[in-house]
């Protein structure tokens, strides 16, 4: 016996059921279901070993900057800064666990996926129903299933009321509940969402009664397939981990080089082979970005605090700033962009087409003709109509805590909702008609019927598949009158249901009769000559605030595209009312999708708008052609079938209220209000994050390149060294600890979301910010190195030299935080104290500057000596020259003169 056959789908049951050896009324015997358990195993998904907690920690060394930070250490230790060897040590170990922290979780998809399987089922065994464990189940078990039923396995339905049904959005995307047949299906290559005689695990029945004979068990299942998938889809860095490596390399190869000059340049004019050596090491110490990773990660986690507030809990650090140079957004339609609520939105009956307003299952919205309100109690037509809708309907509308919710089929929870709307209920009026008979539905007659007494009389409330109702129909309710029904009532029928069809919308016929007790023996008489009553059209309705959202994104350069199981019509639908079909789109179907090669694909993808009826394989197909053509793809999604591309895309993005188990642990981010605006929101975060980034890296270099100069400019002309070793290190920590971390806290920019998303492959300094640094990194040293120079020719001591040097060194710097909040705005535009941080920052530092020449005691250590008044005058004027030159070049700038 075989674990997955071949297209179940195509063959007849009792063919199957004789392959596999199985009597279809009896079951398997007991001694042949454990042999087949031990051969095939339990009907689990198999969890991947992660790895231990232990290799998990240690991992997050495994990074070219914290090798460095490392080295930089040692070096210190070496040259007994304990103080720089401390800082050092701390950030590196602070940094590991943070990240350690939040990544401890994120390899739990498999677990979900098991939880997920139902924990028990019910099979025939030797010629009865017995519960057993659903992990038990093996292939060729026969299994009953009714509503409420999680389906245990794969498996071929072999029987089913004509109302059986099941939903499956949680797999395929089908919004609404799929009804199923035991009839074989002709063609073998047909899309998961359309295999009508099989039921899958994970999936669950909401209507009817079957049986279904297993055909695949654990890993071998569509659910296990996704599992499979999941094991595949291995973790790639994120653009902010390949940018940081790619700039912390080329940062160091540059420091080495010009460390090393320093050196080779000293020693050969003279300097002691110790001197240069301990001023190179120092040096060397001072310009590796030892904070950069500590300012990284602590902009990163305040940014996931900001972005909890605005509902997006973020799973891993980097993913704020991944999210925020996304190109495109691909979304699930069913959940994330719907409300996944059926929703009423018109009612033809008397030959008046009424629409309905108000949006989910609460019962309040207005009815509305020609745009003008109306008294729905006021229209007996459109009253009757409703009534059939909900006198033939076997779900339950409820209030709970607020929140309406459907026990039933959805379909027949919005029939509900719209009856409220017009003060029906189905619990007041089942009180004075009671059911008498059902005559479920079934995938010929394409109807479904409740008889129900009423006044003494016996009444039939019909609804279906309006052609197939109306060949039913010999009657019409118009203005309150019944009368017989002509050709020209059925045309004007046809065109109000073409319609709403046009508008993807889902129409229902209701219809109704009085029938004698002698008619009531089957479909075929009660469902005949019927009054019709109307039409009722609905939708699963776009979320009202997702239409704002994808026009942001559009403001800010990024693609958003449709990925969903549902029918093509229906997506194209919704993608043209929110905005993501446009004029030059194109839709296609997973069967499209199947006859493209990954090349074709990807050449095609700028142009697809809309996916529909795709499969997990599809999706995960699609992000990586956007991938291969360079972009930084998210992929947001709710059900099981999204998982496989929310785990590949750059960054996935799963939904809190609706997603399942399994998505949410494979992805980085989890909305927790299923509001695709949300996710705009954290776009902006994201960027403002980005943004901070840069700000920090740009100060780090451009001050690192101004002390970097000095030590250079100063041993190639052969004067006394400016700075000694300790001295250079104090800027260092003075400079590079309280400014650079206010600078990563910085407010955000109001016009980010006014700009096209970073190219992917963008460094974090380009051209123009190299030049921009190495210019303000040489009015730091000529500030920096002159007054040195300046001392020295006017008498001053060497040490009273020094001391200049360095309290203009360490100004300059603090007034430069200043300066790199904005390379285009003024500060005075920005406004000074709106980076309070920064401030403290800026009178903390300068404080400790201060101290380190004033202090007794502290002063020697640093070889330093006290100040006058003139002196710190002198100090402050230089120290603001970098301040004043980039308000200049922003001024100019402003007025169309740029220059750097």
Not at 796 to 802: N, P, V
Request: proline share 4%; hydrophobic share 45%; aromatic share 6%.
């Amino acid at each position: 016996m075989t674990n997955d056959p071949t297209a179940p789908w195509t063959k007849a049951a009792e063919d199957l059921a004789a392959d596999l050896g199985v009597d279809l009324e009896s079951g398997l015997p007991s001694a042949n279901a454990s042999a087949l358990l031990v051969s095939h195993g339990l009907n689990e998904l198999v969890e991947e070993k992660g790895p231990s907690l232990l290799v998990q920690f240690l991992g997050q060394f495994n990074n070219f900057m914290v090798w460095v930070l490392i080295g930089a250490g040692i070096i210190a230790g070496i040259l007994q800064e304990w103080v720089d060897t401390v800082a050092i040590t701390g950030i590196v170990i602070l940094n590991a666990l943070m990240g350690f922290i939040q990544e401890h979780r994120a390899e739990k998809a498999l677990a979900a996926l098991r939880r997920m399987s139902s924990p028990v089922a019910k099979v025939r065994r030797g010629g009865t129903t017995v519960q057993i464990p659903a992990a038990q189940v093996v292939p060729g078990d026969v299994v009953e299933l009714e509503a409420g039923d999680a389906v245990p396995a794969d498996a071929r339905i072999t029987w089913a009321t004509g109302g059986f049904a099941v939903q499956e959005a949680s797999l395929t995307g089908e919004s609404q509940p799929v009804f199923k047949t035991a009839a074989t299906l002709e063609r073998a290559k047909v899309p998961l969402a359309e295999r009508r005689n099989m039921v899958f695990m994970g999936t669950s029945a909401v209507a009817g009664k079957a049986r279904a004979m297993v055909m695949a068990t654990g890993m071998h299942t569509e659910l296990g397939k996704i599992a499979g998938m999941l094991h595949a889809s291995g973790h790639e860095p994120t653009p902010l981990q390949r940018r940081l490596t790619r700039f912390g390399k080329i940062l160091v190869y540059v420091c080495l080089a010009l460390v090393s000059l320093v050196f080779l340049v000293g020693w050969l004019h003279g300097r002691s082979l110790l001197e240069s050596f301990l001023t190179a090491v120092s040096l060397a110490v001072a310009v590796i970005p030892e904070g950069l990773p500590a300012v990284v990660t602590i902009a990163l986690a305040l940014g996931v605090h900001r972005m909890a507030a605005r509902n997006a809990l973020v799973r891993k650090l980097p993913s704020v700033e991944t999210l925020g140079c996304a190109t495109v957004i691909c979304s699930d339609k069913t959940g994330t962009l719907t409300r996944n609520e059926m929703t009423v939105r018109a009612v033809y009956a008397g030959h008046h087409l009424n629409d309905v307003s108000g949006i989910g299952y609460a019962p309040e919205g207005r009815f509305l003709r020609d745009g003008a309100p109306f008294d729905a109690a006021e229209d007996a037509d459109l009253l009757q109509t409703l009534l059939c809708g909900t006198l033939c309907n076997g779900a339950t509308l409820e209030s709970k805590g607020g929140t309406w919710r459907v026990i039933g089929d959805p379909t027949e929870g919005a029939l509900l909702t719209v009856a409220g709307k017009a003060g029906l209920s189905k619990k007041a009026l089942e009180e004075i008609h009671d059911l008498a008979e059902e005559i479920p539905f079934d995938s010929q007659r394409k109807r479904m019927t409740m008889l129900r007494r009423f006044d003494g009389d016996l009444v039939a409330y019909v609804k279906g598949a309006p052609d197939l109702l109306l060949d039913r129909c010999a009657r019409i309710l118009e203005n309150g009158t019944v009368r017989p029904m002509d050709d020209h009532d059925r045309t004007r029928i046809l065109e109000a249901n073409g319609t709403m069809t046009r508008r993807a919308m889902r129409v229902l016929g209701a219809a109704y009769r009085t029938v004698e007790e002698q008619e009531t023996v089957g479909a075929e008489i009660v469902e005949r000559d019927l009054i019709f009553a109307g039409l009722l059209a609905m939708i699963d309705p776009p979320r009202q605030e997702v239409k704002d959202a994808v026009d942001l994104c559009k403001e800010a350069g990024i693609r958003t595209v449709m990925i969903t199981g549902d029918h093509q019509n229906t997506a194209v639908a919704v993608a043209t009312e929110l905005g993501f079909f446009e004029t030059g789109s194109e839709a296609v179907t997973g069967e499209g999708l199947e006859s493209m090669t990954d090349e074709q694909l990807t050449g095609s993808v700028k142009r697809i708008a809309v996916y529909a009826r795709v499969s997990p394989e599809h999706k995960l197909r699609i992000v990586k052609a956007w991938k291969r053509l360079g972009e930084i793809v998210a992929m947001t999604g709710d059900g099981v079938n999204d998982a496989p591309a929310v785990k590949e895309a750059d960054i996935g993005v799963a939904m809190g209220i609706t997603g399942t188990d399994v998505t949410k642990e494979v992805s980085d981010m989890v909305i927790t209000d299923d509001n695709f605006a949300s996710i705009v929101s954290a776009v902006e975060e994201g960027r403002g994050i980005y943004d901070n980034i840069r700000k920090f890296i740009h100060y780090l270099l451009s001050c690192n390149c101004g002390e970097m100069l000095v030590m250079l400019v100063s041993t190639f002309a052969g004067t006394p060294v400016p700075l000694l070793p300790i001295q250079i290190l104090w800027v260092n920590l003075v400079t590079d600890g309280l400014p650079a971390l206010a600078l990563g806290v910085d407010p955000m920019d109001p016009h980010v979301m006014r700009r096209p998303p970073r190219p992917p492959k963008e460094p974090l300094i380009n051209r123009r910010t190299l030049a921009l640094i190495l210019f303000q990194g040489t009015v730091i040293c000529l500030c920096s190195l002159g007054v040195f120079l300046f001392v020295l020719k006017g008498g001053g001591s060497i040490r009273e030299a020094r001391t200049m040097a360095l309290a203009v060194l360490a100004g300059t710097q603090l007034f430069h935080s200043l300066n790199c909040r904005s390379q285009t705005e003024s500060l005075f535009t920005l406004g000074i104290f709106t980076n309070r941080s920064l401030v403290f920052a800026f009178l903390g530092s300068f404080v400790l500057q201060f101290a380190v020449i004033t202090l007794p005691g502290v002063r020697d250590v640093f070889k330093t000596q006290p100040l006058t008044m003139t002196q710190w005058g002198l100090v402050v004027a230089l120290s603001s020259l970098p301040l004043w030159a980039g308000e200049v070049r922003k001024l100019l700038q402003r007025r169309g003169k740029e220059t750097v």
